[in-house]
């Protein structure tokens, strides 16, 4: 099993809008072949900057079978006009520089 995983911090007025965009998003991964696509509402995490009182602290993961499947499967989105329209969308919604990512392979 390969992972990607963000954490996004989303000011409270922008998580509706947030949650539509993670959405679509989701549906389009797995119609390109993720195994599972899912957005979680995140209430604790330790090790990033304190939150502001007008913030709520979102994690995506997305499941792949293994790395070779997830670079497929990112090959054909990066491709898909689709997704560049909601990531550019995205963009108003969150600061790239606090966004946090990883990508991490199951050995146990």
């Not at 599972?36 to 209430?43: F, G, L, M, S």
Request: charged share 30%; glycine share 2%.
């Amino acid at each position: 099993m390969y992972v990607l995983i963000h954490i996004y911090r989303i000011k409270k007025q922008n998580i509706s809008s947030f949650l539509r965009v993670q959405q679509a998003m989701s549906h389009m991964m797995k119609q390109h072949g993720a195994v599972d696509d899912a957005t979680y509402r995140t209430n604790e995490c330790s090790g990033i900057e304190p939150l502001t009182a007008g913030e709520r602290i979102y994690t995506r993961i997305s499941r792949f079978q293994h790395r070779e499947h997830y670079e497929q499967v990112m090959n054909k989105v990066e491709k898909d006009r689709r997704m560049t329209v909601l990531m550019e969308e995205m963009e108003r919604y969150i600061k790239l520089e606090q966004l946090v990512k990883s990508c991490s392979q199951r050995i146990v």
